[in-house]
């Protein structure tokens, strides 16, 4: 069993940034981001490889959004900078206990979720 634990979003201005924080204590995963906003289907953001070593990202998010993970790396960052309002929904971070690179960018890839944190950005 994984327990992810995710940092709070919040409420940004446009051309603004957030940080978000996901940690799966103990545990060096593959994971990503998804982002649902209302009445549209859960869509991905970015994902980072257990290494560190390779990432992806949704063409949306490219060039504004980074993703990281620290030294020890059990806790991953979404560098979220020059928000819009299309940015805005809910994030949820994710696991997975497979070790391949391939298929990161999928939903069905992963096996844990967190519980998801509302994202902002007014106009």
């Known amino acids: 069993q994984v327990h992810l634990v995710e940092s709070e979003g919040g409420l940004v201005q446009a051309g603004g940034s957030l940080r978000l924080s996901c940690s799966a204590p103990g545990r060096t995963l593959n994971m990503g981001w998804f982002r649902q906003a209302p009445g549209k289907e859960r869509e991905f953001v970015s994902a980072i490889t257990w290494t560190g070593r390779e990432s992806d990202y949704a063409d949306s998010v490219k060039g504004r959004f980074t993703i990281s993970r620290d030294g020890a790396k059990s806790t991953v960052y979404l560098q979220m900078n020059s928000l819009t309002p299309e940015d805005t929904a809910v994030y949820y971070c994710?696991?997975?206990?497979?070790?391949?690179?391939?298929?990161?960018?999928?939903?069905?890839?992963?096996?844990?979720w967190g519980q998801g944190t509302q994202v902002t950005v007014s106009s």
């Open positions: 994710a696991a997975t206990l497979l070790t391949r690179t391939q298929g990161l960018n999928l939903a069905p890839t992963y096996l844990y």
